[in-house]
């Protein structure tokens, strides 16, 4: 699920910049929001970083996450619902 985590996150990523750059608020709501344990939080605070440097659009990742998942809607809508609440 580590390609999934990814995804989702550079997702997350690029529609909380939608509205301009991303703040450190948006930044530390990302973890909490797509449910990632406290202790690896950091972690994905610096994928968040490094992902506003990534060239490809949020349509890429969302593809790739339903080419991995296409027979797991409640899997998807949870992570629609998660990309609401940071959007």
Known sequence: YISFSL?????A????????PINAKEMN?????LKIPSQ??????????DARRDPLPYHYYAQQIFKQFPN????????????FKIA
């Open 72 to 83: 797991s809607p409640v899997l998807l809508s949870d992570l629609i619902d998660a990309l």
């Open 13 to 20: 990523t690029r529609l909380a910049e939608v509205d301009g």
């Open 40 to 49: 690896e939080a950091w972690r994905i605070v610096q994928l968040v970083s």
């Open 7 to 11: 995804s989702a996150v550079m997702l």
């Open 29 to 33: 709501h990302i973890p909490k929001t």
